[in-house]
């Protein structure tokens, strides 16, 4: 009787880990095998309509937006009452409160100021 070699099929199930089983002290390397945080994914709803702008000088000091603050502007967010936005003026921009009594033309909605560490 004769016999004809067979094909051997690979195993398709992949059985290996993203980590390795680790014992005793945890390596302080670790940490760097987590992902990087994107600021643009985390922080902005929608990317053609999310625009950062960094303040220079202390004029909106009363809305706790200081020199070197970057604002997070976005300007598919929908106006709401009292809330900060960056709107349009004779003079160029102005960050103002949402009032619906008070005509504006609006730039964008501030959606995060990240202040300079000091």
Partial sequence: MKTEPQKVKRAVTDYSGNRSVQTGFPSPATHYREPMIDLNKELSSSRD??????????????????????????RAQVAQEGKLALVITEE??????????????LWGMISYIIHKAV
């Fill in 92 to 105: 160029g921009f102005d960050v103002q409160r949402i009032n619906a009594s008070k005509p504006i033309e």
């Fill in 49 to 74: 309509a999310t625009f950062f702008v960094r303040v220079k000088g202390d004029s909106w000091k009363s809305h706790n937006i200081l020199d070197k603050d970057v604002l997070i502007i976005d």
